[in-house]
T-cell receptor
């Protein structure tokens, strides 16, 4: 099965530190999404890209979060500076386009202390 | 954009009984409706989907029905088993969107 690969799987960091999460979408998928989930709550959309171009990042706190897609095989989500309220599981997902389900990665569990 | 509402938020069923989760959507032109299952500590996984030209779709013990007139769709799980315990998310793809709009999720617990 093709997979969306996320690294790291777990990250514990101190408040104020920079955190970078990485995602390798499935080869051939042209749409990449970043979601945040807290304590098995709903899926909060942070940002997404189509053909590497950012389409919408209105779900992200702009002052501390940034999302980029430097090439077709890598998407990054950065938090600087991190805060305890950022503690959550961050999922990356990729898809092939309109009206098709997308595949989620295994997530990065972030804990900010 | 599309708005999806999901009910109930929690559902407890006896093993062997059926479970039904309902979702409504706002845009009548939406035409793709997947369901995701998320087990504890795992990623959401697509388990079944339906398109607007189909009224019902089945896959073993799970089925999805779509009522376009009423703008709602439902997930049916028959003969529930302990491994069906999970959070289930419905979603809809709006006509002018490049993304799915998700419901808030339903936590299903199957009692042995």
């Amino acid at each position: 099965d093709a997979r969306v690969t996320q690294t790291p799987r777990h990250k514990v960091t101190e408040m104020g530190q920079e955190v970078t999460m990485r995602c390798q979408p499935i080869l051939g998928h042209n749409t990449v999404f970043w979601y945040r989930q807290t304590m098995m709550q709903g899926l909060e959309l942070l940002a997404y890209f189509r053909n590497r171009a950012p389409l919408d990042d209105s779900g992200m706190p702009k002052d501390r979060f940034s999302a980029e897609m430097p090439d077709a095989t890598l998407a990054t989500l950065k938090i600087q500076p991190s805060e305890p309220r950022d503690s959550a599981v961050y999922f990356c997902a990729s898809g092939t386009g309109l009206n098709y389900g997308y595949t989620f990665g295994s997530g990065t569990r972030l804990t900010v202390v | 954009g599309e708005n999806v509402e999901q009910h109930p938020s929690t559902l407890s069923v006896q093993e062997g009984d059926s479970a039904v989760i309902k979702c409504t959507y706002s845009d009548s032109a939406s035409n793709y409706f997947p369901w995701y299952k998320q087990e504890l500590g795992k990623r959401p996984q697509l388990i079944i989907d339906i398109r607007s030209n189909v009224g019902e779709k089945k896959d073993q013990r799970i089925a999805v029905t779509l009522n376009k007139t009423a703008k709602h769709f439902s997930l049916h799980i028959t003969e529930t088993q302990p491994e069906d315990s999970a959070v289930y998310f419905c979603a809809a793809w709006g006509p002018n969107d490049y993304k799915l709009s998700f419901g808030a999720g339903t936590t299903v617990t199957v009692r042995a």
